[in-house]
T-cell receptor, first 115, second 112 residues
Framework: DSGVTQTPKHLITATGQRVTLRCSPRSGDLSVYWYQQSLDQGLQFLIQYYNGEERAKGNILERFSAQQFPDLHSELNLSSLELGDSALYFC??????????????FGQGTRLTVV | DAKTTQPNSMESNEEEPVHLPCNHSTISGTDYIHWYRQLPSQGPEYVIHGLTSNVNNRMASLAIAEDRKSSTLILHRATLRDAAVYYCILRGSMDSNYQLIWGAGTKLIIKP
């Protein structure tokens, strides 16, 4: 158990709909990252928040948005869903290692299926 | 940001050592090398990281070439539970807020 909690585990929805994925980071971790993993692909970085503020953006579509709340949990909002948005969505939180590196702890992911 | 190249897949026998190679010929002097693995139906988990010197921890060893253009993750005695996709990752630059740049990884198959 990494200590990062993602809900829901599975989500099936129709094209054009909007969904919200939720992530609770490990206790004490201020950074939250969101990643998308399509079938048999590597992870694509979407966005990072640090203590409530957006810190970095990756290949995140304009239809997607995220936020981190004062209690540090984060939500990823996906709207106008398309079939190609079907993927695993991972949340990670991080602790700082030596040299400013971070060890990221990942949740179990939310499997989104758009039909 | 520098990229990494890994074999798509490797096979190894149970209870034998495994050497997973990674090429990163465009690595910069300040890029750290990170390894994560992803077990089936799981989120990725941290394995090890290093800069120049070889590193050891309870999970694995990381051997870094002197010119830093390649590295090798060493699992000293593979078990069936080590079957996973192993990602060799370079930490991104300060401009990208030190993001981890993920490649496609190596799928490690362990034969009993």
């Amino acid at each position: 158990d990494s200590g990062v909690t993602q809900t829901p585990k599975h989500l099936i929805t129709a094209t054009g709909q909007r969904v919200t994925l939720r992530c609770s980071p490990r206790s004490g971790d201020l950074s939250v990252y969101w990643y998308q993993q399509s079938l048999d692909q590597g992870l694509q970085f979407l966005i990072q928040y640090y203590n409530g503020e957006e810190r970095a953006k990756g290949n995140i579509l304009e239809r997607f948005s995220a936020q981190q709340f004062p209690d540090l949990h984060s939500e990823l909002n996906l709207s106008s869903l398309e079939l190609g948005d079907s993927a695993l969505y991972f949340c990670a939180s991080s602790v700082v290692l030596r040299g400013g590196n971070t060890e990221a702890f990942f949740g179990q992911g939310t499997r989104l299926t758009v039909v | 940001d520098a990229k990494t190249t890994q074999p798509n897949s490797m096979e190894s026998n149970e209870e034998e050592p495994v050497h997973l190679p990674c090429n990163h010929s465009t690595i910069s002097g300040t890029d750290y090398i990170h390894w994560y693995r992803q077990l089936p139906s799981q989120g990725p988990e941290y394995v090890i990281h290093g800069l120049t010197s070889n590193v050891n921890n309870r999970m694995a060893s990381l051997a870094i070439a002197e010119d830093r253009k390649s590295s090798t993750l060493i699992l000293h005695r593979a078990t069936l539970r080590d079957a996973a996709v192993y990602y060799c990752i370079l930490r991104g630059s300060m401009d990208s807020n030190y993001q981890l740049i993920w490649g496609a990884g190596t799928k490690l198959i362990i034969k009993p």
